[in-house]
């Protein structure tokens, strides 16, 4: 952990207002990013993501939070972020609520609130490919099982470590990798299926 | 596709992963590689696989609103009728046994002090206070 950071955590300790903005601000997209891919619905994301920060902040100088000086308070933030999203799954799944629907709306938008950002496309043949690619891969994640999708989107959207991920989801290296095998073996069939679809 | 070229697929999924990820070491890597070259099979899944993951790395970041920063600290103070935030009392930031003892220690200290004091009110005087000599008889003329 960085001495920074480490100032931060003290700050927040003592329940200093500036040192919780300047964390959420250098944390919020990529746990946004997380809860969206998770839940693959913008306003259960923005919901889920507010309230991972909420139960960090309230929880962090509790003993019985989890969270350990020694480890990386990102990684920490990312379980408590894949937890919160595990409860949200269970709870719409017993409401028969899981609209994923909206996932690719928003996705030509850029610089707006919620929006999906990075470089778009220049031509618009190959923006709308892109945009058709990023709604089949998102369908695609939004279709695993939830114990594949939280390993595949730390891996292979986030880009975290297997070390990471095993810190983060509490789970064996081996239980890991299977999981992740898995998750890409049933990602590259739908999408070979996509393809070819396409190609007949 | 039949459950023994499921399996088939599986095996070489795993293990091309576990090469993509770096974790291959030695002759299991060279092995594997070297299948990925000569095999069809192996070489469609590893293009395949890194085509896959070269997408979903580049998947476009989905961006917390604008607003987040401000909603959160919005809800937190809702929640806690403004009282979370603003720096912590004295007393909340330290343990209340850490403060009795210092206060007791600091009793101790001023009581001493006074005890030890020649003018301390709390010193026991242990001489005789001195005697007033008896008044003389008045003088008769």
């Known amino acids: 952990m960085s001495e920074l950071e480490r100032s931060l955590l ?165 239980t890991v990798k299977s999981r992740l095998h898995r998750a890409r073996l049933v990602l590259r069939k739908r999408l070979q299926r996509h393809v070819e679809d396409r190609n007949e | 596709m039949s459950e023994a070229e499921d399996d088939i697929d599986d095996e070489v999924v795993a293990k091309v992963s576990d090469y993509l990820d770096g974790l291959l070491k030695g002759a299991e890597r060279d092995d594997v590689a070297n299948k990925i070259e000569n095999d069809p099979a192996w070489k469609q899944t590893h293009a395949d696989m890194v085509e896959n993951r070269k997408f979903m790395s580049g998947m476009q970041k989905a961006r917390a609103p604008a607003t987040f920063t401000e909603d959160v600290t919005g809800t937190i103070n809702k929640r806690s009728a403004g009282r979370f935030f603003g720096r912590r009392t004295f007393g909340d930031r330290v343990p209340f046994t850490a403060l009795l003892v210092v206060a007791i220690i600091a009793l101790a200290a001023v009581g001493y002090l006074m005890w030890a004091s020649q003018t301390g009110s709390l010193k026991v005087d242990k001489q005789p206070a001195p005697t007033q000599p008896p008044p003389k008889p008045p003088v008769s003329m």
């Not at chain 1, 839940?39 to 929880?59: H, M, P, S, W, Y």
């Not at chain 1, 017993?94 to 610089?111: A, F, K, L, P, V």
């Not at chain 1, 709604?135 to 279709?143: G, H």
């Open chain 1, 10 to 174: 003290r700050r927040l300790r003592d329940r200093d207002e500036r040192a919780f903005r300047e964390l959420v601000e250098a944390h919020r997209d990529r746990v946004y990013n997380i809860t969206f891919r998770m839940l693959g619905n913008r306003a259960e994301a923005e919901d889920v993501a507010q309230e991972v920060f909420i139960a960090v902040f309230k929880t962090i100088d509790s003993p019985n939070s989890g969270y350990r000086e020694e480890s990386k308070f990102s990684t920490w933030l990312y379980r408590v972020a894949v937890n919160h999203c595990k409860n949200r799954i269970k709870y719409l799944a017993r409401r028969h609520d899981r609209d994923r629907e909206e996932i690719d709306e928003t996705t030509h938008t850029t610089g707006v609130n919620g929006s999906i950002g990075g470089p778009m496309p220049s031509s618009p043949h190959k923006a709308l490919e892109s945009a058709q690619m990023e709604k089949l891969m998102q369908e695609a994640i939004a279709n695993l099982e939830d114990d594949q999708r939280i390993v595949v989107v730390l891996r292979d959207v986030e880009d975290l470590s297997i070390e990471e991920i095993c810190e983060i989801t509490g789970l064996p290296d081996g």
